[in-house]
């Protein structure tokens, strides 16, 4: 779990650097905050899994939707 919340730290650290467009910085925080909504449900903190996982779906709602459907296929935390 601290590597995805090490990955805000390594994003915003990046921004400072780079000039990445708004959108590819919002899509990065929704699979940060995918994959800790996978952690926190792994160790059945569903509070926190739903909260993380609400986020994804806000910052990232097409791609949320695939995930979804079934259209787009994501493995567990690596």
């Given at each position: 779990?601290?590597?995805?919340?090490?990955?805000?730290?390594?994003?915003?650290?990046?921004?400072?650097?780079?000039?990445?467009?708004?959108?590819?910085?919002?899509?990065?925080k929704?699979?940060?905050?995918?994959?800790?909504?996978?952690?926190?449900?792994?160790?059945?903190?569903?509070?926190?899994?739903g909260?993380?996982l609400?986020?994804?779906?806000?910052?990232?709602?097409?791609?949320?939707?695939?995930?979804?459907?079934?259209?787009?296929?994501?493995?567990?935390?690596?």
């Amino acid at each position: 779990m601290e590597r995805w919340k090490n990955g805000f730290k390594i994003l915003e650290a990046a921004r400072k650097r780079y000039p990445y467009p708004p959108a590819t910085v919002r899509r990065r925080k929704a699979v940060l905050n995918f994959r800790l909504g996978q952690c926190y449900l792994g160790e059945k903190n569903y509070l926190a899994a739903g909260y993380h996982l609400l986020l994804a779906g806000l910052l990232d709602p097409i791609r949320s939707l695939k995930v979804i459907t079934g259209k787009e296929r994501l493995t567990g935390p690596q």
